[in-house]
Every structure is written in structure tokens, then in C-alpha cells.
């Protein structure tokens, strides 16, 4: 009897000793994915601050090469500013990633940093030599300096061990979160395993469901990231094609000014209206917040009126039309990009010259929630007085791209032809 009465007991025993080693089981593969947790935060947190100071390191650069092209071009001392600024935020951004990777640096980040600071100050150091070349007051020679190619091959160079430190972090971050998934998923199994019905168990749960969440989150971050990479990286597209066309505009505008000017002082006094006058209409195009142009008269006006010459002439005609903010700067770029194109490759790119005739027209925008909707046809013909040596409109370009980007912001369409110069059509809303 007294045997008899043990054994319930060594049952509750059992059972109370079975639920004590599964509450372990279970705790421990709690902990195990806190911990996983933990240094997936960790890293997630690494990973952030080592590309922010990866995209800094680039932005850096970025705005001192353009400080060095717009001080060539222009020997405004702000440039030169932008300049000295430019070196001092990439030397913090390097320090600052050197400083965020301390102690933790792989072998090959340690190699790519190291190339990255190598190939940028031999980067900085060329930018130096041509930037003291302007201030000497021997601009040819900076310019062939940067067209010769090296800086955008050291550029390209440091953009590749940049992109290959951004891969290594991600690829860091994202096994963290794929072996603290793993972890979580064993501790899931163990936690269903111990049963509803025990409440420290089913807080278990609760917390990996709400740590999951704050995963899903991290990936959303690092989407973002990049997409701002992306982002980057076609302003640095956009930067590098205004860069080249700006070169040949003024190329073209010194050549044929002083092929037309006897007298030095005549000639370099309209060179210098011309290419400030210029740098006005690029100001306009790029700008989210221009008090100054609100027509579409003005617009073209300012963007066209650089160019012209005694053999570059242009008409413009149409009814008055006041341009709203998210108007102006997509169109400002195609505008832009048109008389670009014009000066290179259409009506004005020839010694002999050519026109330009703009004209709109405005028609009311019926059944409208905004009384001052209208749609706008924009017409662009060119007009050559010599052969051209282009037979068709180029549509694989950057330029062209822009182009269709321009009216896919205006919600417009466009149609090219090419008759020895460009005739378009643009058709958008606005209001």
C-alpha cells in the first residue's frame, strides 16, 4: 500500500521535473534569441553608421570635384571655399569610418580602407595641382589637366572599394539577421512545444512575434538605403553629363566670340557677359525655389540668350504663361538640355549658324477641380544654314533620358523629329 501510494507522486514528480527541464529548454532558447537580437541590432546599427560615412566620404569628393570645375570655370573665390571645405568633410568622413570600424575591421575592409585613403589623396592631391594651376592664372593647362582622364579614373576607383566596403557591411548585416531568424524559429518550435498554457512561454512568443516585426523593419531601412544610393548615384550621372555640356558651351562660346571679335577687350568683356549669363540659365534649371522667372517667356529667354550669336538666332512666340514651382525646374532641364543639344549636334553647332524658333500654345483644361489647369503644346524647330553631319535624333544618350524624365515629372508626352536640326513637340498640364 505504501508502495502504491509513491507512485503518484514519482508521476507528479516526473511531470513537475518534465515541465521544469522544458521551462529550460524553452528559457534557453529565449535567451539564445535575445542574444541573437542584440547582435543583430548591433549590427544593424555598424552597418548604418558605416555606410553613412561611406556616403559621406563620396559626397565629399563629389562637391570638392565640383568646387574644382566651377573655380576653373569661373575663379569665384566661393568655389575655391567649397574647395578647401570639401577636403576638411572628407578627411572627418574617413576618420569617422575608421573610428566606427575600430576593433572590428575584417582583413579586407582593412585593405579596401586603406586604398580608399590612398587613391583619394591622390585624388585631392591632383585636384590641388589644377586648382593652383587656375589660381596662376594658367587655366589651359588645368583644363587639359582635368580632361586628360586620370581623376576620373582615380574617382572610379575609389567609387568601386567604396561600393565593395558597402557590399562586405551588408552582406555582414544580413547574415546577422538571417542566423538570429534561424534562432528564432528553433526558439518558436520550443516555445509552441511547451504549451499555451504556460504564461511565461506565451510571453516567449509575443516577444520573437514583436522582434520579427522589428526586422521586417530593419529591411525596410535598409531598402531605403538603397534606394538613396541609387539616388546618389544618378545626381553623380546628372552632375558629370552638365559638367561635359558645359565644357562645350564655353569651348563654343570662346571660339566663335573671338573668331568674330578683332579687339581683345570686346571679345573677352562678351565672353564673360556670355558665360555669366550662362551660368544665370543653369542656375534656373536646378533651382526648387526661383523667386525670379515665373514665364515661360523669361525662361527661355534666360536659357537661350547665351548662346546667341550674329549667326545664332532665335524667335521666340506665344501668349503670356505665369509657371508654377513644380512646372519650372522640369522643364528649365528640358529646355536646357535642348539648346544644349542645339549648340553640339543640331542648328547652331556649325560655323554658319542656324535659328531657333519656340512657340506655345495654351488651351483651357475643361471639366477641372483647379480653374487655372490649361495644357501647354510647346513647339522647338530648328532651322540650320549648312548641312548638318547628324542625320537623326540620338535616343540612347543621358540627355535623351533626362529628356523623358522632364515630362514623365510634367505627366506630358513628346514627339522628335529630325529634319538637318530638331523639330519637337511637348505636351504637358499644368495646374
Known amino acids: 500500500m505504501k508502495t502504491q501510494s509513491l507512485k503518484p507522486i514519482h508521476a507528479l514528480l516526473a511531470i513537475v521535473v518534465a515541465i521544469a527541464m522544458l521551462l529550460v529548454w524553452g528559457a534557453k532558447g529565449t535567451v539564445d534569441a535575445f542574444k541573437a537580437d542584440e547582435a543583430a541590432q548591433a549590427q ?6 558605416t555606410v553613412k560615412n561611406i556616403r559621406q566620404i ?60 590612398q587613391l583619394s589623396e591622390e585624388k585631392i592631391a591632383d585636384m590641388v595641382r589644377i586648382v593652383d594651376l587656375a589660381q596662376q592664372e594658367r587655366r589651359v593647362e588645368a583644363v587639359d589637366l582635368i580632361r586628360n582622364g586620370d581623376g576620373k ?40 512545444a511547451m504549451g499555451g498554457g504556460v504564461l511565461l512561454l506565451l510571453s516567449c512568443i509575443i516577444y520573437l512575434f514583436v522582434r520579427a516585426v522589428s526586422l ?55 565672353i564673360t557677359d556670355r558665360i555669366l549669363a550662362l ?32 549667326s545664332r ?41 542656324g535659328s531657333i524658333n519656340v512657340a506655345w500654345k495654351i488651351e483651357a483644361l475643361e471639366e477641372s477641380d483647379t480653374p487655372e489647369a490649361v495644357i501647354v503644346t510647346l513647339f522647338w524647330n530648328e532651322s540650320s544654314n549648312s548641312a548638318l553631319k547628324i542625320t537623326h535624333f540620338e535616343e540612347s544618350g543621358f540627355g535623351f533620358r533626362m529628356m523623358t524624365m522632364s515630362m514623365r515629372q510634367l505627366d506630358g508626352e513628346i514627339n522628335r523629329e529630325w529634319n538637318n536640326g530638331l523639330n519637337l513637340t511637348a505636351k504637358f498640364r499644368q495646374g
Open 313 to 353: 538666332d532665335y524667335k521666340i512666340e506665344g501668349a503670356y504663361l505665369e509657371l508654377t514651382q513644380s512646372t519650372l525646374t522640369p522643364l528649365g532641364l528640358l529646355l536646357h538640355e535642348l539648346a544644349t543639344n542645339a549648340l553640339k549636334y543640331g542648328a547652331w553647332s556649325t560655323d554658319k549658324g
Open 216 to 270: 521586417d523593419q530593419t529591411l525596410d531601412l535598409l531598402e531605403k538605403v538603397d534606394a538613396e544610393r541609387q539616388r546618389s548615384d544618378l545626381l553623380s550621372k546628372e552632375l558629370n553629363h552638365r559638367v561635359k555640356n558645359l565644357f562645350a558651351v564655353i569651348t563654343s562660346i570662346v571660339r566663335l566670340t573671338g573668331r568674330n571679335e578683332k579687339h581683345t577687350d570686346i571679345a573677352i568683356r562678351k
Open 58 to 117: 563620396q559626397l565629399a569628393l563629389v562637391e570638392t570635384e565640383t568646387a574644382k570645375r566651377g573655380y576653373v570655370i569661373s575663379e569665384d573665390s566661393e568655389d575655391l571655399h567649397a574647395f578647401n571645405d570639401g577636403i576638411k568633410d572628407y578627411r572627418a568622413a574617413i576618420e569617422n569610418l575608421n573610428t566606427t570600424l575600430h576593433g572590428v575591421k575584417t582583413p579586407v575592409q582593412v585593405k579596401l580602407i586603406f586604398n580608399v585613403e
Open 44 to 49: 544593424t546599427t555598424l552597418t548604418s553608421n
Open 279 to 310: 551660368s544665370r540659365a543653369h542656375t534656373l534649371t536646378v533651382s526648387e525655389d526661383n523667386k525670379d522667372v515665373t514665364d515661360l517667356e523669361t525662361l527661355i529667354r534666360a536659357l537661350l540668350s547665351p548662346y546667341e550669336t550674329a
Open 153 to 192: 579614373t582615380l574617382m572610379g576607383q575609389i567609387r568601386q572599394n567604396l561600393d565593395a566596403l558597402y557590399e562586405i557591411e551588408r552582406g555582414l548585416m544580413e547574415d546577422s539577421m538571417a542566423n538570429t531568424r534561424d534562432i528564432q524559429k528553433r526558439s518558436f518550435r520550443r516555445l509552441l
